[in-house]
């Protein structure tokens, strides 16, 4: 089985949207996070999915799932204070209707430019070697500082990449990282991948695509909705 977990936990602060948590905000019609959810409705390889969503929200998830059809929507969940308590969340209804061998993917409700060709990667590539990670080649210089007023060190560039999402694990894999981290009082990891690094785990990597942005603020929402445009004028 693969099982999707989409966590949407978070209210948005970043964005300036006071009424509405971000992955509400609408794009051609449509709530964001129903643009990311179509794409694992869609593909044939994913088997259930499970929203970890902000708790005041549930109903109007809950609403959407039934509005959009998403009938691959197993539950949805309350979110936690962080990401990773979110996820957490997540996880612990996946694992309900899974065994410890199946793949979860781990998506931000808040990355709706994934594709299917991505999601099926993924799933292939963590059944092979028991993670996948999407990354993309770092573009711009990294720099370190510890004051923010002067820049301690200055890293290559080359071999540099940045973490998106999907990240996929094996379910008791990814339980077990989290259990580790929680024992120790850890709530607070910036996502999966650094959580699993944490834990000793080795990480494969698989390519992904730059237009697989994550809407943090209102620029990436302007970005979106460009996308989509453009897109729509394309087909």
């Known amino acids: 089985m693969n099982i999707a977990v989409i966590f949407a936990g978070g209210v948005g602060k970043r964005m300036g949207s006071d009424q509405i948590p971000k992955q509400f905000l609408e794009a051609q019609g449509r709530p964001i996070i129903v643009h990311t959810l179509a794409h694992f409705q869609e593909s044939p390889e994913v088997d259930l999915i499970v929203i970890s969503c902000v708790a005041g929200w549930i109903d109007y998830m809950n609403r959407l799932v039934e509005r959009y059809a998403l009938t691959k929507v197993a539950q949805v969940v309350p979110g936690g204070e962080t990401g990773q308590l979110s996820i957490w969340n997540g996880l612990q209804a996946a694992e309900r209707y899974a065994r410890g061998d199946d793949i979860v993917l781990i998506h931000d409700g808040?990355?709706?430019?994934?594709?299917?060709?991505?999601?099926?990667?993924?799933?292939?590539?963590?059944r092979t070697y028991g993670s996948c990670i999407t990354c993309v080649p770092v573009i711009e210089t990294i720099v370190q500082t510890a004051d923010a007023s002067a820049i301690d060190r200055v890293y290559e560039r080359d071999p540099m990449m940045v973490a998106k999402a999907p990240q996929t694990f094996r379910l008791a894999d990814i339980l077990a990282a989290h259990r580790w981290a929680l024992d120790r009082g850890v709530t607070n990891s910036i996502d999966s991948c650094t959580l699993m690094a944490d834990y000793g785990a080795k990480l494969h990597m698989t390519r992904g695509d730059y237009k697989n942005i994550k809407i943090t603020t209102p620029i990436d929402y302007a970005m979106f909705k460009a996308i989509l445009e453009a897109e729509s004028d394309d087909a």
């Open 110 to 126: 808040v990355r709706p430019l994934i594709s299917r060709e991505l999601i099926s990667r993924n799933i292939a590539e963590a």
